[in-house]
């Protein structure tokens, strides 16, 4: 009997949660391994310190949710990921990439900004890593996590002065995706796409939190409703065409070409210069923060797959209509 796939992860990271919504959708067999339970040998085979890291049946190691993704898709075409319109199939990469690095900012602010949310977070990681320890152990640990963690917040642009503006970004996401699932299960029809398992585990997250579930449950019910569907997805009809996507997908990647794209090409302009820090004029006012290496790669595949895809009819004018394509070429 082969063995299945395990995957060392954890509920409050959306990566790991987003790989298991790929198992569970394709029916792979597979553990889910709670990392600080299994420390030793996560140790022992993470090339990165990061989660998730999947074993394959064959104990080979892979880790980074994207590329995992993709590697497993090849070898699990069915049901596909990505819509057969190639147009549409660029669109849901893009889409995953915005919730992957946009996406995961407003989900990472709104965790460790507020002392109510870092309590909060902090009492429920520790809890997952010393499930049966005693309270004094946990809420200590809790301490140390919290520590921690609201000292990474700068990595992602978390500040008070970007604070209002990360807020506004979270309320214009949630609107335009409320108005999107009105009536649809996924983002681009009635399965999941790649685009789904890149957004919905950072709003799921979110949804986890104080902050961002009061807002997230006030304000976008159809989007609480479908991030938490994405945690077990399934196969409940054909993905749309861009003539029934349109009104409403339009807004999301105008929103990518306003603000994820921009920081994005900023990003790597200021690692490429060397620079300790960077401003990028976004609507709303300056976002000012540290670059990101690993984004700068991400990026780079990004535009690779733009590359491959850009003869395809329609998408130089999808992307030019949103405001995406100076960003990509």
Known sequence: MTAPFRIFGN????YSVKVRAWFRYKAVPHLWLQRSQHREEFEARARLPLIPLVITPDDAAIQDSTPVIEALEAKYPEPSIHPEDPALRFLSALIE???????????FHHRWYSEVDRRATALVLARSFLPDGETA??????????????????????????????????????????????????????????????????????????????????????????????LEPRNDGPFESWDS??????????????????????????LEAGEESFSVDLPGGAYVQGPQKYHARSLVALRQKYAAARETPGLDAILAETGCLPWLQ
């Open 11 to 14: 509920e409050m990271s959306p």
């Open 97 to 107: 990439e915005y919730g992957d690095e946009w996406g995961n900012k407003l989900m």
């Open 137 to 230: 152990a946990v809420e200590a640990l809790a301490d140390q996590v919290r520590e921690r963690m609201v000292g990474r917040v700068h990595f992602t642009g978390s500040s008070p002065e970007n604070a209002p503006l990360i807020s506004r970004y979270l309320d214009d996401l949630l609107a335009i995706l409320e108005a999107h699932l009105d009536g649809r299960k996924y983002l681009f029809g009635a399965r999941p796409a790649f685009a789904d398992f890149g957004l919905a585990p950072q709003l799921y997250e979110a949804a986890l939190d104080p902050t961002a579930a009061g807002i997230i449950r006030a304000r976008a019910p159809k989007v609480l409703a479908w991030s938490h569907r994405v």
């Open 245 to 270: 996507l349109k009104d409403t997908l339009t807004p999301l990647l105008a929103n990518a070409g306003a603000f994820f794209l921009p920081w994005s090409r900023a990003n790597a302009d200021a």
